[in-house]
């Protein structure tokens, strides 16, 4: 479970992470549970006195009814506004009238808020996250949280999709690549269904998932599990579950492509051409085993510039600028496996498309050394260790995964797990892949007919 890709509009969020102490060490995070339902973590950090605190809700862009989409990430967008007991704009200008700093995402398969402050504002964060769990105003005033928001939201999808070539792209390919399942549609929704979302919607979504059965708390920090315990039963003890949370999510298998295609798009915007593959991979939360192999064999593959691609055509034929390799590992359900790549000048994204495959075909053939592997797999360790040294990643990294169902010692085998694997399991991962049966979505951006 090294990096959750989430959205607030499309993807936007990295998580990377997991501990690698012994049990005994000193920043092991602890868990219970309320009576209301409410899971709590605490993951102890005391070389500050600065806590990070995560209200993490287990539904997002994967759970809204059909013609629907858009309202988890709106809904992000609303809890910001007004409840019963603090005005308009107040919650930020709270939080950061105390120093601290907020902020909130929304993924397919969560939504998560979070504010970062001196440890001595715990309670007061609780307070404020508390009072928006139960008392969110929504309402039909057409300068109301609801409806302003939501046209805020248009005008995100215009910036970061409508207007992005890339993003418009990817969306596209992600569409195809996802069709029938909950994945299907980007985290920001369609427009013309965000434009239809009504106030009675969002109050509907409100009751259904936003509830204390249904959340996940995790504080980091300068705190203990004492601290922690004493304020939640405080100020979210108190919360009466509402019994409308789904414990059934949407989640459902990936199909496998049924054919092979080519997406296209040109704009004026693009001023170099992109050649990216999609192929479907596979998930931690599916198959942990093969997602551990995968992703080994493809830091071998194209994992920066010391890898296989990046050596052979970047440096060696120079008919890249650049050449990558990734996968959407940390989703629930089974997302793609990506190459991708820009051509130098005069070489047609064609061209570099049988280039590469001609060496993804003769690197599988050949197989990987003990020496790559071993240093992919030690370079993803240390990566995810090294992320224990924010306090943020420590709660991003914990929340997004608990959210998917992992437990606390899945979370933390990462490390260990990773550098257990073998040349043969990489090399078997990305040839399962990357196999000549396999179909896949082949996506071409390109500079508008006139700029070629």
Known sequence: ?????????????????????????????SSFTLDNGMQVVVVPDHRAPVVTHMVWYKVGAADEAPGKSGIAHLFEHVMFKQTKNIGPEEFTSIVQRSGGQLNAFTSWDYTAYFERVHKDQLGKMMELEAERMVNLIINDDPKGPFIAERDVVKEERRQRIENNPGALLQEMVLNEFWKGHPYEITVI?????????????GLDF??????????????AGDVTE????????????????TGQAHSARKWQ????????????HSDPKVR????????????????????????????????????????????????????????WTTLHDEGPAVIYGTPVSGVSLEDLDAAVM???????????????????RNKLAATAIYQQDSQ????????????????????????????????????AAVRAVFGADKNYITSHLLPAEGDL
């Open 1 to 29: 479970m090294k990096r959750i890709l989430v959205a607030a509009g499309l993807l936007a969020f990295a998580v990377a992470g997991a501990s690698a102490e012994p049990a005994t060490a000193p920043n092991t995070p």
């Open 189 to 201: 929704g369609l427009m013309d269904e965000v434009a239809a979302l009504s106030p009675q919607d």
């Open 206 to 219: 409100y009751k259904e998932y936003y509830s204390p059965e249904n959340a996940i708390l995790v504080v």
């Open 226 to 241: 004492e601290d922690v315990r004493v304020l939640a039963e405080e100020h979210y003890g108190p919360i009466e579950p």
């Open 253 to 264: 298998p990936v199909a496998p492509l049924a054919e092979t295609k080519l997406i296209t």
């Open 272 to 327: 170099q051409p992109v050649w990216s593959r999609y192929y479907l991979g596979t998930s931690f939360k599916r198959d942990p085993e093969t997602a551990l192999a995968l992703e080994v064999g493809l830091e071998v593959l194209g994992g920066g510039m010391t890898s296989r691609l990046y050596q052979s055509l970047v440096e060696q034929q120079k008919l890249a600028i650049n050449i990558a390799t990734f996968a």
């Open 358 to 376: 001609a060496e993804i075909e003769k690197i599988l053939a050949d197989g990987f050394t003990e020496a790559e592997v071993v240093r992919a």
């Open 392 to 427: 943020s990643s420590m709660a991003n990294h914990y929340g997004a995964n608990l959210a998917l169902g992992f437990t606390l010692e899945e979370i933390a085998a990462y490390p260990d797990e990773v550098r257990q694997v073998t040349p043969e399991q990489a090399l």
